[in-house]
């Protein structure tokens, strides 16, 4: 390699900015936007390990025509729409009260509500499994109260299978996204709610006309990354439910899984299917960055 | 009683109610960790002496050790090498800045929107390929460097004082040097947040070592944790014995960790 003989201080400089960011910025490309290309062409492929053929788009008609992976989406978006939204108002109200300077024992009750972030995935599913069994001690709980004469089937039943995920994940992820509004609500001056409330603003007044408006790049934020998270469903549905009964609470990700690992594989079929999930991520942040956009 | 009063009455009620919640199914794991499956059943809520005999079972029915082994060698290694990877590449876009790798961040950044499960096949097959299933590198390689990561560590450096680093070049100290010499520690929280941020993912992840962890041999804490779940009568006290252990690291870790972590967050979302 012939070197220029003086190499001025910038270009030097330049050099260096490249050889600090290659390994990071060489590992995204390979691990994440090649395999999605290559997912991509095996979309457009069939058949098992070296015997796979192109079959144009075929794998994407049979997903729409695929019973299973239709109630994979449904059951997707259900936990998305219901879910997402109640998770954010409610870390937001947690985190506009928490934010309040008057509040005593306020470190207290921020780490209690963040305590379920330190709980693996796995691990959490596995307790509201527990709790929710026909032996668990919902059950019981509600046996004694009088709420129910016999212990009820909430994860053998469709509609209260998907609301015991629901529940799981609000209990999971509302303290985490509380953190992030907390961190937000902390680049704004404290001085504005007490001159909003001299100037005779209720506690409601400011939340709507204060916080919401000022916290919404973290909001933006936070709505991105659910639903990116909600898209992936994958350990919840597994361990929680069991994507049952009948299949009627598996989400997206858990039914490409038994696609392509758990039954003979079929890589072909499950890359359509999961690029389908690609293209929905990218729908719905570009929607929420436009909605974010608007309102300014 | 005043209005005021009565508000006040009701924000400490909802506090006390959602706070009950968020803790009690982790204290009932742990009472359930401590007594027998047919007591936990019967609704017992104090800690019991069954422990031991928890412990016995779940030993003789899993591998607990040599998972929480793999989980602790898999999630330190990851954690290591992605700090290490994601702040140089982060220093290195902010500090020498240009046209060209800020393009290249924005590219990168558009990473964050590609789901794993979109990748998780080509990945298989090119580990596989390479003949690391079963092997820490197969775990590490796709995680080691993330968007959010070099974001992070990108916005951090931008508070790392210019005419510090003036200074320390006029004094003849190395770019690798002025990093690992002053930008490190320096920036002690922001990499206190990204150490919480990886080590909990490694530690949790799921989905990944259940596609390349083949061999019993090299299966993670949560895989066999769920393994336990399999069967049609479940041990409850040995179960969440299991739980518990699982969830032991992260916790500690965020105890350790958690104002870092809400410091750099601050940081991140700034």
Redesign the interface.
């Known amino acids: 390699m012939s070197k220029p003989k003086k190499m001025t201080l910038s270009k030097k400089?330049?050099l260096?900015?490249?050889?600090?960011?290659?390994?990071?910025?060489l590992?995204?490309f390979i691990?994440?936007?090649?395999?999605?290309f290559?997912?991509l062409l095996?979309s457009f492929k069939s058949g098992v390990g070296a015997n796979m053929k192109w079959c144009g788009i075929s794998n994407y008609i049979r997903m729409f025509q695929d019973t299973v992976f239709v109630q994979s989406i449904k059951n997707t978006f259900l936990y998305l729409l219901i879910q997402v939204p109640i998770m954010l108002v409610f870390a937001l109200i947690?985190a506009s009260?928490?934010n309040?300077k008057d509040?005593k024992f306020k470190g207290?009750?921020r780490?209690?509500?963040?305590?379920?972030?330190?709980?693996?995935?796995?691990?959490?599913a596995?307790?509201?499994?527990?709790?929710f069994?026909n032996?668990g001690?919902v059950n019981?709980?509600f046996v004694?109260l009088g709420i129910l004469d016999q212990p009820y089937a909430f994860l053998t039943n469709t509609t209260s299978a998907r609301i015991v995920i629901v529940i799981a994940l609000l209990?999971r992820w509302t303290?985490y996204n509380m953190?992030?509004y907390?961190?937000?609500l902390?680049?704004i001056e404290y001085s504005v709610y007490e001159a909003a409330k001299i100037d005779g603003a209720s506690?409601v007044q400011s939340f709507f006309k204060i916080t919401v408006p000022l916290l919404k790049?973290?909001i933006l934020?936070t709505a991105i990354m659910s639903t990116?998270g909600t898209?992936?469903l994958?350990?919840e549905s597994?361990?929680l439910t069991k994507g049952g009964p009948a299949n009627t609470s598996i989400t997206?990700?858990h039914y490409?899984?038994d696609m392509?690992?758990k039954y003979v594989p079929n890589?072909g079929y499950?890359?359509a299917m999961?690029?389908l999930?690609?293209i929905l991520?990218?729908i719905l942040?570009f929607l929420q960055m436009k909605v974010g956009d608007k309102r300014d | 009683m005043t209005r005021a009063k009565i508000r006040k009455f009701f924000m400490y009620a909802f506090l006390i109610i959602v706070s009950f919640v968020s803790v009690f199914p982790l204290y009932w794991m742990v009472s359930a960790a401590t007594n027998k499956s047919a007591d936990v059943i019967s609704g017992r809520l104090i800690p019991g002496t069954y422990f031991m005999e928890n412990w016995k079972n779940l030993i003789a029915a899993q591998n607990i050790g040599r998972a929480f082994g793999n989980s602790f060698k898999y999630a330190l290694i990851l954690t290591f090498v992605s700090l290490v990877v994601s702040s140089l590449a982060g220093y290195g876009f902010e500090i020498f800045h240009d046209k060209a790798k800020d393009t290249l961040m924005s590219i990168i950044l558009l990473a964050m929107m590609v789901p794993f499960v979109a990748t998780m096949i080509p990945l298989f097959q090119m580990i596989s390929k390479a003949g690391w299933l079963n092997t820490t590198i197969g775990f590490i390689l796709p995680t080691i460097s993330t968007p959010f990561l070099i974001m992070m560590f990108r916005q951090s450096a931008r508070s790392f004082p210019h005419d510090i680093m003036e200074a320390a070049r006029i004094d003849g100290l190395s770019e690798i040097r002025i990093f690992f010499q002053m930008f490190i520690p320096t920036m002690r929280s922001t990499y206190a947040a990204a150490m919480t941020i990886t080590f909990m993912n490694a530690w949790n992840s799921y989905l990944w070592p259940k596609v390349i962890m083949t061999d019993a041999t090299s299966q993670t804490m949560p895989m066999v944790v769920a393994n336990l779940t399999e069967g049609y009568v479940t041990d409850y006290g040995m179960l969440m014995l299991a739980v518990l252990i699982c969830t032991l690291p992260t916790a500690v870790v965020f105890f350790c960790l958690q104002k870092a972590f809400a410091e750099g967050i601050t940081g991140a979302v700034k």
Do not use: E, H
């Open positions: 400089q330049n260096m900015g490249w050889f600090f960011l290659l390994p990071g910025a590992l995204i691990m994440s936007f090649l395999p999605m290559r997912a095996l947690l009260i928490l309040n509040l207290l009750f780490t209690m509500i963040f305590l379920p972030c330190a709980t693996s995935l796995v691990a959490y596995i307790i509201f499994r527990s709790l069994a032996n001690l019981l709980l004694k209990w303290g953190v992030f907390l961190s937000g902390q680049n506690a790049p973290t934020l990116n898209l992936q994958f350990d597994v361990n997206m990700s490409i899984y392509s690992f890589f499950s890359a999961s690029f999930i690609l991520v990218a942040a």
